[in-house]
Nanobody
Framework: QVQLVESGGGLVQPGGSLRLSCAASGRTFSTYTMGWFRQAPGKEREFVAAISWSGAMTTYADSVKGRFTISRDNAKNTVYLQMSSLKPEDTAVYYC??????????????????WGQGTQVTVSS
C-alpha cells in the first residue's frame, strides 16, 4: 500500500499562487493514478484533479480548470498541484490520493484507495 504525505499548503492572498506536493512511498508509485481532492468546512470532499500513471492524461473539476495544473515526477515519487489565480472559495484542506487503476473522468472518493493526511490552503486577504 502506498503512503502519501502532502506539503506546501499555507495562507495566500486572492489572485496568488501556491504549489502543493505529495510524496509517495513505495516502488510502485509509477503504476498509480494520482489525484487531488479538497474538503472545505461543512462540505463533502470533492474532486480537484487527477493524472494517469504516465502523466500523459489529466482531468480537472470545472471549478479549477484553467487555474490549476496537476503533474507528476515518477523518478521522485511525487505529484504536484500548481494552483494559480486562487479564490477565497478554494480555501480547504487538500488531500492527495492514489488509485490502483486507470484514470477515470471526474472520479469520486470511492475510486481512490490511499489518502494523505491533508494540507490546509487558505485564500484570504
Amino acid at each position: 500500500q502506498v503512503q502519501l504525505v502532502e506539503s506546501g499548503g499555507g495562507l495566500v492572498q486572492p489572485g496568488g499562487s501556491l504549489r502543493l506536493s505529495c510524496a509517495a512511498s513505495g516502488r510502485t508509485f509509477s503504476t498509480y493514478t494520482m489525484g487531488w481532492f479538497r474538503q472545505a468546512p461543512g462540505k463533502e470532499r470533492e474532486f480537484v484533479a487527477a493524472i494517469s500513471w504516465s502523466g500523459a492524461m489529466t482531468t480537472y473539476a470545472d471549478s479549477v480548470k484553467g487555474r490549476f495544473t496537476i503533474s507528476r515526477d515518477n523518478a521522485k515519487n511525487t505529484v504536484y498541484l500548481q494552483m494559480s489565480s486562487l479564490k477565497p472559495e478554494d480555501t480547504a484542506v487538500y488531500y492527495c490520493a492514489a488509485r490502483a487503476g486507470p484514470l477515470v473522468l471526474n472520479p469520486g472518493v470511492v475510486h481512490f484507495g490511499a489518502w494523505g493526511q491533508g494540507t490546509q490552503v487558505t485564500v484570504s486577504s
